[in-house]
């Protein structure tokens, strides 16, 4: 079946460093990717999405590229702030899925410190 | 333009109570999924609704149910909880006839069964 592989954490940064979570999945065919973010006590907010391959998902200075050769779309950022601190979600929706039923990651928490 | 609302904000109950939670849609939008958090995991999807009737389930028992509104807005009843049960309930709103399938999440419930 479809699942998707994140990460562990906690990666803990500090202001200005570089940001890379690492996500992987197995499904069939092209699913379409998400990376979804969670701050503190909230719910889940879509951060950037892909639904083909070598497409790259942008938003809010983060990055990610779908790469179907190696089954993974890793998140980037270039610059993390205190502010981005918060759970970082890696989801799929399968290519025979009518509903969009999204399968997640385990989670990566993030801390950027000052 | 109000998001995906849910109530309550946080529950506690005991084993072998029932629950109903609930769920109004983003506006505009037709489809409302389920999903359960538990702590320091990715949301599994529960089912989906649309037209008033389940589309898609996932893995979880009976004891899990749920109903939608011609209003578009849904519950989530759990009956005979264990402590099992105990997690944040996310409910997504979508637009079906939309390709996308993009879900919107609302800032969940949270359950704690004691």
């Known amino acids: 079946g479809n699942s998707v592989t994140q990460m562990e954490g906690p990666v803990t940064l500090s202001e200005e460093a570089f940001l890379t979570i690492n996500c992987t999945y197995t499904a069939t065919g092209y699913p379409s990717l998400f990376w979804y973010v969670q701050y503190p006590g909230e719910g889940l907010q879509l951060l950037l999405k892909a639904t083909k391959a070598d497409d790259k998902g942008s938003n809010k200075g983060f990055e990610a590229t779908y790469r179907k050769e190696t089954t993974s779309f890793h998140l980037e950022k270039g610059s993390v702030q205190v502010s981005d601190s918060a759970v970082y979600f890696c989801a799929l929706r399968g290519v025979s899925s009518n509903t969009g039923k999204l399968i997640f990651g385990q989670g990566t928490t993030l801390q950027v410190k000052p | 333009d109000a998001g995906v609302t849910q109530s309550p904000t946080h529950l506690i109950k005991t084993r072998g109570q029932q629950v109903t939670l609930r769920c109004s849609p983003k506006s505009g939008h037709d489809t409302v999924s389920w999903y359960q958090q538990a702590l320091g995991q990715g949301p599994q999807f529960i089912f989906q609704?649309?037209?008033?009737?389940?589309?898609q389930r996932g893995n979880f028992p009976d004891r899990f149910s749920g109903h939608q509104f011609p209003n578009y807005s849904s519950e989530l009843n759990v009956n005979a909880l264990l402590l099992g049960d105990s997690a944040l309930y996310l409910c997504a709103s979508s637009l079906r006839q939309t390709s996308s399938y993009e879900q919107y999440f609302g800032p969940g419930t949270r359950l704690t069964v004691t």
């Open positions: 609704y649309y037209e008033e009737e389940e589309r």
